[in-house]
């Protein structure tokens, strides 16, 4: 008698696969939460900078430089974009560089669970994160300082999520271009301080001079920046810097694609 032995269903497959990627999600969710350092730059930090520059007397003055609103309305955006940048830039390039030089994603390519499992959830933590380093930030400057809360709701969120996808995208390229997590960490460091200028963390993007005003603008937080304000003024985000944002994104994901390296 002659057995068959029948391969595994597609299905089976699939569904097995989408199992062991709960699995890791459910993993890297428990580890993520033993990082209370990580924790702290990409949640507390940004909100924190944000009370320090707000209880200063001046910052909470109407500012003619700003257009007449005071600082500490134009940081909140800032202090939004600071969370994204820690997240994207200094917390997860080295975690998943990490894995590689350990060889864990090489390991993991022999099992149900793929690489790519990882790397998603990598990234969704770090962007839910970021997201409620956002909510925090619009919270606190609204109970202790009056800042307004975002008055255009729906092209606030459009110019968050893209502005969060942007920094994935970023952190991504990094982890591509990173041999090890030594790397990932420099050329983080590397690119970290121009992208906290572009956000406007040492000066607003709306009281930069023209010129360097429109330069910063082509930048990935230098547009999101401007789109939040002016979704939180109260207007749709120009769709000149949405389309910076959208371009960056797509360039970026583009880049880490082709480059990332599992092994």
Known sequence: MTTTLTPPRPSGIAGASRRAAVAVLRTETTLFRREPAGLFWIMVFPTVLLVVLGSIPGFRDPDKALGGIRFVDAYVPVAVLLSMIMAGLQA???????????????RMSVTPVRPSALLGAQMGLHGAAALLSAVLSLTVGRLAFHVALPRQLFGYILALLLAVLSALALGALVSAL????????????????????????????????????????????????????????????????????TLWTVLLSAAATRWFRWE
Not at 202 to 229: I, K, Y
């Open 178 to 245: 990173s041999r090890t997590s030594k790397v990932a960490s420099a050329i983080g460091s590397a690119v970290f301080f121009p992208m906290m200028f572009s956000a406007g963390v040492w000066l607003p993007v709306q009281a930069m001079p023209d010129t360097l005003g429109r330069v910063v603008e082509l930048l990935p937080f230098g547009a999101a920046a401007q789109a939040l304000g002016e979704a939180a003024a109260g207007g749709w985000p120009g769709w000149d810097h949405l389309g910076v944002l």
């Open 92 to 106: 997860m390039p080295p975690v998943i560089t990490g894995y590689r030089e350990r060889g864990i994603l090489r």
